[in-house]
């Protein structure tokens, strides 16, 4: 059957494979609508003479149109079809004859197969590299997909019955998403970029630029942790960034793009398993490589750093807040501020539970918030009760607080919080002399009086007896005992408590002021720790953050660049160390055991 469109199409493509036109052929291949008008006679001629089951016709059509050819020298001067290529075209054009773009949930099953012969493709040692421009288009386009398909679960909801129903304890296989299931395929694509062998062994040319396949790693990493992220999968991202520690080239060298990206995503893992020093390094590094003019990435980043640099006892400063990307930031988090500074203990969960408790939820910051901060409140609680009431010291005794005092002030935030003050203005059956200036409007009727009822836990609401018993106030002494021995344990207070005189003594209060020695800045002594981990291992102490001179799969951390010569010179071969795939010269080298000459 004539078919000059379908001709001309594989025409185009053999001619871009013998002149190796990745990038042309990454614009050949189009998968997303709108398309243009010559896809649409070429979906035509297919449905008319190839319909049906007929797809080893597809392939043998490409055959009879370019006989197989003998490369030229060496292999590579003439691009001709391999096999895996084959096999992802004929998957390319069934798709353009079956594909139905109004049905989402079959387009995707009918894209990953395109998707997944294209990363099969890609494998092939010395002519997959042609692919991988289109192999980043098509898993971009994947990727958005199942994105949009998240988004509507009422086109997913069958696929979660279904595997509800044949879920099995010796199938984790079926409790899958769709999400999942894509990320596990552009894994794959991730897995072949890293582990491509390239000529210099390290990844990177003599310009300093990523070379052969490794050029895809992060963008391919990109999409996988987007789509983790989206599903709520954020565990299954430690191999991504385990296997990026171990094989690829410094981040430094990629384009900017991509390396925010990735460090964005570094540092929302940190912040999701609670390490929130790295945390705020990997999201300080994405925000200062970010455009000014991408207000939209910069307001998405600083919403985590704010909040981990919150949590490290650093509030962003006013100036920061009125940058464009951070406008919206302030009312967020200057409550919350307020609550840490003032030492509330009730006020922080009204703040979280406010205006914009569905943003917090929503982001993922509640709860972190919630745990978090709660030991800030109190060290500024303990240090609030010092500058009320406590001593400053003498040469015979030390400054120091009562712990009465520190535990009365605390009951008394917490029953403020939990029983909120009456809006009615009298005190004792009188009328303040203050409230004639709150009077409200003519013919506004009065409130009526809130009614002070016993705080009861919403948990035990309605269980006979819980409204009548009587429970001792909170906190206890001995709570208020455990939370200093806590803050002292983690460096935020500097002192002992002494049982026998119920008050806590401040050390080094005689040669320093006592505020500055008893309540050293939480950022300060969190940095100190934090410095001298990073000391012990210099080379990979942010795992997944690939930096110049640092490779985690170094034997020894002295060859990551500190050794003279093994790292810190420039050329082919050096700035990375030791480590596979690499040439080391043993000239001038003596046996061991010989005296030096």
């Known amino acids: 059957m004539f078919t000059p469109t379908l001709e001309e199409f594989l025409k185009g493509i053999h001619d871009l494979l013998r002149s190796r036109n990745s990038r042309q052929l990454r614009n050949y291949m189009l998968v997303e609508p709108p398309l243009p008008e010559i896809y649409y006679k070429l979906t035509f001629e297919l449905r008319r003479a190839y319909p049906g089951k007929s797809d080893q016709s597809l392939e043998q059509k490409y055959h009879e149109l370019f006989p197989e050819e003998e490369d030229g020298d060496g292999g590579e001067a003439q691009g001709t079809a391999w096999p895996g290529f084959l096999a992802f075209l004929t998957e390319y054009l069934r798709y353009l004859r079956d594909v139905n773009?109004?049905?989402?949930?079959?387009?995707?099953?009918?894209?990953?197969?395109?998707?997944?012969?294209?990363?099969?493709?890609?494998?092939?040692?010395?002519?997959?590299?042609?692919?991988?421009?289109?192999?980043?288009?098509?898993?971009?386009?994947?990727?958005?997909?199942?994105?949009?398909?998240?988004?509507?679960?009422?086109?997913?909801?069958?696929?979660?019955?279904?595997?509800?129903?044949?879920?099995?304890?010796?199938?984790?296989?079926?409790n899958k998403t769709l999400v999942e299931h894509t990320a596990e395929l552009l894994q794959r694509a991730f897995t072949t970029c890293l582990t491509d062998r390239s000529p210099s062994g390290t990844g990177v040319n003599r310009a300093g630029k990523p070379e052969g396949k490794k050029v895809g790693i992060y963008s391919f990493a990109n999409l996988v942790l987007k789509l983790l992220f989206q599903c709520q999968k954020m565990r299954l991202a430690t191999q991504i960034f385990t296997n990026v520690a171990q094989h690829s080239p410094p981040l430094s060298i990629f384009p900017a793009s991509q390396r925010v990206t990735y460090l964005y995503y570094l540092g929302r893992f940190y912040f999701s398993n609670n390490h929130f020093y790295r945390a705020q390094m990997a999201l300080d590094g994405a925000y200062h490589q970010c455009h000014a003019r991408c207000l939209k990435q910069r307001n998405l980043i600083l919403t985590y750093l704010i909040c981990a640099n919150l949590i490290?006892?650093?509030?962003?400063?006013?100036?920061?807040?009125?940058?464009?990307?951070?406008?919206?930031?302030?009312?967020?988090?200057?409550?919350i501020c307020r609550a840490i500074v003032k030492g509330d203990l009730g006020g922080l969960k009204p703040t979280l539970d406010g205006t914009h408790h569905t943003w917090f939820i929503q982001k993922g910051l509640y709860l972190p918030l919630l745990n978090r901060c709660e030991v800030l409140i109190w060290r500024s609680l303990a240090r609030t009760t010092f500058l009320l009431t406590g001593t400053p010291g003498d040469d015979k005794r030390a400054a120091s607080f009562a712990l009465h005092d520190m535990m009365y002030m605390a009951q008394v935030l917490e029953h403020r919080a939990k029983n909120p003050p009456s809006t009615d203005p009298t005190v004792n059956g009188r009328v303040h002399v203050n409230h004639i200036f709150n009077r409200p409007p003519a013919g506004t009727k009065t409130p009526k009086p809130i009614a002070q009822e016993a705080y009861v836990d919403p948990d035990f609401a309605g269980v006979e007896g819980a409204d009548d018993q009587q429970f001792p106030p909170s906190p206890s002494m001995n709570e208020v005992i455990c939370v200093l021995c806590s803050l002292v344990d983690q460096g935020f207070l500097h002192g002992f408590i002494s049982h026998k005189l119920g008050r806590f003594a401040i050390v080094g209060a005689k040669s320093k002021p006592a505020l500055e020695v008893g309540f050293p800045l939480v950022w300060h002594v969190i940095r100190r720790k934090a410095k001298a981990e990073q000391a012990e291992s210099p080379g990979d102490w942010i795992p997944g953050w690939v930096k110049h001179g640092e490779r985690s799969d170094s034997p020894n951390p002295i060859v990551r660049g500190s050794s003279p010569g093994m790292g810190r010179g420039r050329g082919r071969g050096r700035g990375r160390g030791v480590g596979p795939g690499m040439v080391v010269h043993l000239t001038g080298a003596r046996p061991a055991g010989a005296p030096p000459a």
């Open 101 to 174: 773009v109004e049905n989402l949930l079959e387009t995707h099953d009918q894209l990953s197969g395109v998707v997944n012969q294209c990363i099969t493709a890609l494998g092939h040692p010395s002519k997959g590299i042609l692919l991988l421009p289109t192999c980043l288009y098509m898993s971009a386009a994947l990727a958005k997909l199942a994105v949009n398909l998240e988004r509507k679960p009422e086109l997913t909801a069958h696929l979660l019955r279904r595997s509800s129903t044949t879920a099995s304890m010796d199938d984790p296989e079926s």
């Open 312 to 335: 490290l006892g650093r509030f962003p400063s006013d100036k920061l807040l009125q940058r464009p990307e951070a406008r919206d930031l302030g009312p967020k988090f200057w409550s």
